[in-house]
């Protein structure tokens, strides 16, 4: 079946460090990928998300690239800041019609000044 | 972007009380919602998918008679904790797809609420 796996957290960074959280996939056909954060004490909130191979998705400094050969979807930002602290879920869809998101189990970044 | 909100944020109930979660997409029409489970430092699992206009579909493992899921209308949907106990302590999110453009490739983009914490005493 289709899954999710992420690199174990915590990840502590100082701030303006480089940032990467593995993201791998296990999947049939073509999923979507995304990435979610949630700050503490808050909900989920849509971060990037690519639909096909080697789509990049980005926002705010953070972008992953769909990468098919490699099932990866790894999250990467050149410089992190403190606001940046939170958890990332990396997640897949299957593209069909009513499928919920297949969630990793997170990865809790903490960065410090 | 597209907004999910969830009532009530927050509450608090005595052990044997029923609590409905309501959960609404404020700027789109979702055909199907999904409640999810979260834990204290864990990941989301789903509980059910909520189709509007029929019945909804469970999890294995997840009670039916214990979370009733409602999908009245195509921006409400009602997740009811029948009889909570305190293991039924959560946070409870929603989430509700947006189809996106009529016509136009599959856009699986989900929207999620804030989340429910719900407290049983």
């Known amino acids: 079946g289709n899954s999710v796996t992420q690199m174990e957290g915590p990840v502590t960074l100082s701030e303006e460090a480089f940032l990467t959280i593995n993201c791998t996939y296990t999947?049939?056909?073509?999923?979507?990928l995304f990435w979610y954060v949630q700050y503490p004490g808050e909900g989920l909130q849509l971060l990037l998300k690519?639909?096909?191979?080697?789509d990049k998705g980005s926002n705010k400094g953070f972008e992953a690239t769909y990468r098919k050969e490699t099932t990866s979807f790894h999250l990467e930002k050149g410089s992190v800041q403190v606001s940046d602290s939170a958890v990332y879920f990396c997640?897949?869809?299957?593209?069909?019609?009513?499928?919920?998101?297949?969630f990793g189990k997170g990865t809790t970044l903490s960065v410090s000044s | 972007g597209a907004v999910v909100s969830q009532h009530p944020s927050w509450v608090i109930c005595k052990s044997g009380t029923s609590v409905k979660i309501e959960c609404r997409s404020l700027?789109?029409?979702?055909?199907?919602m999904f409640w999810y489970r979260q834990f204290p430092k864990q990941s989301l699992m789903l509980m059910a998918t909520s189709n509007e206009g029929s019945k909804a579909t469970y999890e294995q493992g997840v009670e039916k008679d214990k979370f009733l899921i409602n999908h009245a209308s195509l921006t409400l949907s009602t997740l009811t904790v029948t009889s909570a106990h305190p293991e039924d302590s959560s946070f409870y999110i929603c989430s509700a797809r947006d189809p996106g453009l009529a016509g136009g490739d599959f856009k699986d983009t989900q929207y999620f609420g804030p989340g429910t914490r719900l407290t049983v005493l």
């Open positions: 997640a897949l869809s299957a593209n069909q019609a009513g499928t919920a998101l297949i």
């Open positions: 690519a639909t096909k191979a080697d």
């Open positions: 999947a049939t056909g073509y999923p979507s």
């Open positions: 700027d789109f029409q979702a055909t199907t």
